[in-house]
C-alpha cells in the first residue's frame, strides 16, 4: 500500500469502508492495538456483526466502526475544557492534558468511538494514526486489512480515490441525520 | 453502559433543591415579605448548602477529580457543561451573599441599601433560574442519546426542581411551631398542588412524546415504563413522587386544613424530595442504557 498522496493545500483526511468486502477478521482490531498499545479492554475501532433477514433469507453483515472524525463533532462542542478539537486537517484530537475525564463526550457521541484509559482517567479514541499521516503512511488498520475494505485519502485532491468514492452514489455516512457530518463514509451490502 | 453515576442523580437533585429554595425563597420576598418571611428566610437558609455538597459529588465523579480547575479556567460557550460550570460558580456565590443579607436581617441587624438587595434578588432569581434549567439542557443536547434528547427534559427538571425547594422548606418548617395563621401552609400546598399538576402533566406529555418518536427512543421508554427501571419510575416517582404528596395538597386544600400539620408536610415533602431524586436517576440511566441506532 501506498502512502497518502497529499495535495497542495493542507489535506482533508477521510475513509471509507466497503462491508460487502469485510470478513470480519478483526485484523484492524489487532493492528489498531499495537499500534496505539492499548490495553486489551480498551478499543478505539470494533466490528459489529449485523444479522438480517429471516431464515431461509438470511444474511449477515460485518460492520467496522470507529470515530467518525465529524466535521459538526458533538464531541468537541460539548467539551467544557477544549480537550476535544478539531484539527485543521479534519482529524478530532484530544489533548490529554486537559481532559477532566468527566465522560461528557463519551454520551455525546452516537458512535460509540470514545472510551476512558483506565490508567490515567481521560478519555482517548482514533486519532486516523496521525503520527503514521505525519511520517506519509497509512492509518493502521488500512494498511492491514488483507481484504481492502478501508481506503484513506485526502477529500481536498480532487484526482484521489477518496475524492471519487465518497461522491459515487453507494457510499452512505452513518448516523448522517444526526448532522454529525462524518469523513467515513461506507458502503453497506 | 452507566458512566455518570448516582454521584451525578445526586448533584442534580441538590442543584435542583438549592436552585428551587432559592427561587422561592425571593419570588415569595417580592409578592409579601411580611407575610412570607418564613418562607423567605427558611429558603435563604437553605439554599447555599445542598448544591455545595453536590458539587463535590460532581468533583469526585470526575475521572481526574484533580483537574477539576479547568473548568473555571475555560470557558466554552457552545458546552452546556461549561456555561453550567459558569452558572453554578456565580449561583454558589450569590445565594451565599443572599444567606449572609437574611441572617443579618435576622440577627446581625446591620444597615443595607435596599437598590443593592433587590439587585442581588434579580441576580439570583436568573441565577436559580439558570441552575433548574440548565441540568436538564445538560441531558437534552446530546442527539446520541434518545432519551434525553427531547425538550420536555429541561421543563420537567425545572419543574421537579422548584417542587424539591419546596418540599425541602416543608420539611424544615414541620420542625418550627406554627405562628402564621396558616398563610405559609396555604403556600406550601397551593404550591404543591400546582407545581405537582404540572409536573404530572409534563411526564404525561414526555412518555408520550418519548413513545412516538424513534425506535431506539421506544426501546428507553420500554427500559423505564415495563423494564428495569421500571418499579422505580412507576413506584418511587409516579407514586410516591408526585400522585401521594399531590393527593395531599388536594386534601388539604379541599378541606381547609390550613392548621399547622407537621406530620402530613413532613411524610408529604419527604415523598416529594424522595421521588425528586429517583425521576433524576431513573432519566440518568435510562438515557446512558439507550443510544440512537444508526444502521
Known sequence: ??????????????????????????????????????????????????????FPNYNRRFLPMQCQHCDNPPCVSVCPTGASYKRSDGIVAIDTQRCIGCKYCILSCPYKARTINREHGF?????????????????????TCPTGVRVFGDLNDPNSEISNLAASKKVVQIGKDLNTKPSIYYIIG | MIYWSSLI??????????????????????IDPVKYKRIVTTGAYIA?????????????????????????????????????????????????????????????????????????????????????LYTGLLLSTLTARPFWNTPMIPVLLFVSAVIDGLAAISLVLCFKPDEDKG????????????LLYLLLLCTVIFLIGIGKSTQSAAIALGIVTSGQLSALFWVGFVAVGVVIPFIAAAYKLCTKMRVHTPWLNFISALFALTGGYIVRGVIIDAGQLTQAILF
Open chain 1, 1 to 54: 500500500m501506498s502512502a497518502p498522496v497529499k495535495s497542495g493545500k493542507s489535506p482533508k483526511w477521510a475513509m471509507l469502508i466497503d462491508t460487502t468486502k469485510c470478513v470480519g477478521c478483526l485484523a484492524c482490531v489487532a493492528a489498531c492495538h499495537n499500534q496505539n498499545e492499548l490495553p486489551v479492554t480498551e478499543f478505539f475501532n470494533r466490528v459489529e456483526e449485523q444479522e438480517f433477514g429471516r
Open chain 1, 123 to 143: 478519555v482517548h479514541k482514533c486519532g486516523f494514526c496521525a503520527v503514521l499521516l505525519h511520517n506519509n503512511a497509512l492509518p493502521a488498520c488500512v494498511g
Open chain 2, 9 to 30: 442523580t445526586f448533584y442534580l437533585f441538590s442543584a435542583g433543591v438549592s436552585a428551587g429554595a432559592m427561587l422561592l425563597s425571593i419570588a415569595a420576598g417580592f
Open chain 2, 48 to 132: 447555599p448548602f445542598p448544591i455545595m455538597a453536590g458539587l463535590i459529588m460532581l468533583i469526585f465523579d470526575l475521572e481526574r477529580p484533580g483537574l477539576f480547575w479547568l473548568l473555571l479556567t475555560t470557558f466554552k460557550y457552545k458546552s452546556i457543561m461549561s456555561i453550567g460550570a459558569w452558572i453554578i460558580t456565580f449561583f454558589s456565590t450569590v445565594s451565599i451573599i443572599y444567606f449572609i443579607l437574611n441572617l443579618q436581617k435576622d440577627y446581625l441587624k446591620l444597615k443595607t441599601r435596599a437598590t443593592a438587595v433587590n439587585a442581588i434578588k434579580i441576580v439570583g432569581l436568573i441565577l436559580c433560574t439558570s441552575v433548574a
Open chain 2, 183 to 194: 398563610y405559609i401552609n396555604t403556600f406550601i400546598h397551593t404550591g404543591d398542588f400546582v
